[in-house]
């Protein structure tokens, strides 16, 4: 079975500052994604990577996938009272024999709060 | 578009009751999921879909049944409910993805259902 663990789980911070949120695993995934989840919303895809060693940025965001394909980080500079929510990451396997086909493997997510 | 919609948006159930949780994604993706949320619990695979009149247990499928029985429709029933299955539930659709195999997800806004 495959997991990935977050953290911190929780975050509570003042605007301004930065942070980074951390998931890790044993396991290898070919791409890994972070959603962000607003209360009473469904997740929304914000980025996904593919490449160990990857950065991708997204205006205050940036998102790194580990060299081996087992980790990946999202650090958010300035952060400010609109990036408030729940952050998961998601990691996703190539097919092998049907066990992994089509399904996400999903941390349990990080509360951001971010205090004006 | 309208993306993944599912119905209802909320419902009180009580114990022994049944429903049925529809949900319908415009977008022609091949794969279908259920997910249910509880807090510090993240994301829960219950049922998923990889194609139409296919379907396939996740996680934590007891308590729960799903059918597939037009690409872009999939339902979530629940046969006689239990308090314990008191939770916001998502839909989720999804192609093979941006990249291979990442099966990037478009979710649902949600259905808050409580048991009593």
């Known amino acids: 079975t495959q997991l990935l663990e977050q953290s911190p789980q929780f975050l509570s911070i003042q605007e301004g500052e930065n942070l980074t949120v951390y998931c890790n695993s044993s396991s290898v995934f070919s791409s890994l994604q972070w959603y962000r989840q607003e209360p009473g919303e469904g997740p929304v895809l914000l980025v996904t990577?593919?490449?160990?060693?990857e950065v991708k940025k997204l205006k205050r965001l940036t998102f790194q996938f580990g060299d081996a394909r087992k980790d990946s980080s999202l650090h958010i500079t300035a952060a400010q009272p609109g990036d408030t929510g729940l952050y998961l990451c998601?990691?996703?396997?190539?097919?092998?024999?049907?066990?992994?086909?089509?399904?996400?493997?999903f941390g349990q997510g990080t509360i951001l709060t971010v205090h004006p | 578009n309208a993306g993944v919609t599912q119905t209802p948006k909320f419902r009180v159930l009580k114990t022994g009751q049944s429903m049925t949780l529809l949900c319908a994604q415009d977008?022609?993706?091949?794969?279908m999921y259920w997910y249910r949320q509880d807090p510090g619990m993240g994301l829960r695979l219950i049922h998923y879909s990889v194609g139409e009149g296919t379907t396939a247990k996740g996680e934590v499928p007891d308590g729960y049944n799903v059918s597939r029985l037009k690409k872009q429709n999939f339902l979530l029933g629940l046969e006689s409910a239990a308090p314990s299955q008191t939770s916001v539930y998502f839909c989720a659709s999804s192609s093979a993805g941006l990249y291979r195999w990442s099966y990037e997800q478009y979710f649902g806004p949600g259905t808050r259902l409580t048991v009593t």
């Open positions: 977008m022609n993706h091949e794969y």
């Open positions: 998601a990691g996703a396997s190539a097919p092998a024999g049907g066990t992994s086909y089509g399904k996400l493997t």
């Open positions: 990577v593919v490449t160990g060693g």
